[in-house]
T-cell receptor, first 120, second 107 residues
Framework: EVQLVESGGGLVQPGGSLRLSCAAS????????MSWVRQAPGKGLEWVAN????????YYVDSVKGRFTISRDNAKNSLYLQMNSLRAEDTAVYYC????WGSGSYWDYWGQGTLVTVSS | DIQMTQSPSSLSASVGDRVTITCRAS??????LAWYQQKPGKVPKLLIY???TLQSGVPSRFSGSGSGTDFTLTISSLQPEDVATYYC?????????FGQGTKLEIK
């Protein structure tokens, strides 16, 4: 059974940093692109970033470029999102999701999400 | 970047009704279009990909159509468990953007 379990969310002040993790199991993690997708409270879905199987390609939504970094450790079956210079508008539930295709993809499995709140 | 626009933003229909939700892309995306269902407090669930291919396990009352810029999601006979927000998403290239969502309620 495919499982994606996020962790690392919490309350952080504006300008602060947070690192999210996603532990994957039930599939060959190193064979898939992976993504982070977020959802602000009461709002719609927004793709944040994705990463190729070997980490050699990464893509970001414009609003997080230069502030967020996606990475992975295939030996640990884990996906990460390092978030720096956080802003109030980054407040959201962050989902880890498995890409079906490549750099442009849809997602067939999602984690339960981890809430990030940016507030003073 | 390509923008995705859904209509209507909200919809109220009766059990058994045929329901149609529309998604329009600001540029052609061939059939690189997916639909998701998100029930209140739950994780998004993939319903349809490649504009019209039903994901495994999804009830056959759901169907999708379209190509290029105009797409539709149809529920042939609305059931109470279909109360949710529905999102379209394009994936021809990054960024993989979503429509703003359509909230579906039972009348």
């Amino acid at each position: 059974e495919v499982q994606l379990v996020e962790s690392g969310g919490g309350l952080v002040q504006p300008g602060g940093s947070l690192r999210l993790s996603c532990a994957a199991s039930g599939f060959t993690f190193s064979s898939y692109w992976m993504s982070w997708v977020r959802q602000a409270p009461g709002k719609g879905l927004e793709w944040v970033a994705n990463i190729k199987q070997d980490g050699s390609e990464k893509y970001y939504v414009d609003s997080v470029k230069g502030r967020f970094t996606i990475s992975r450790d295939n030996a640990k079956n884990s996906l990460y999102l390092q978030m720096n210079s956080l802003r109030a508008e980054d407040t959201a539930v962050y989902y880890c999701a498995r890409d079906v295709w490549g750099s442009g993809s849809y997602w067939d499995y999602w984690g339960q999400g981890t809430l990030v709140t940016v507030s003073s | 970047d390509i923008q995705m626009t859904q209509s209507p933003s909200s919809l109220s229909a009766s059990v058994g009704d045929r329901v149609t939700i529309t998604c329009r892309a600001s540029q052609g995306i061939s059939n690189y279009l997916a639909w998701y269902q998100q029930k209140p407090g739950k994780v998004p669930k993939l319903l349809i990909y490649a504009a019209s291919t039903l994901q495994s396990g999804v009830p056959s009352r759901f169907s999708g159509s379209g190509s290029g810029t105009d797409f539709t999601l149809t529920i042939s006979s609305l059931q109470p468990e279909d109360v949710a927000t529905y999102y379209c998403q394009k994936y021809n290239s990054a960024p993989c953007s979503f429509g703003q969502g359509t909230k579906l309620e039972i009348k």
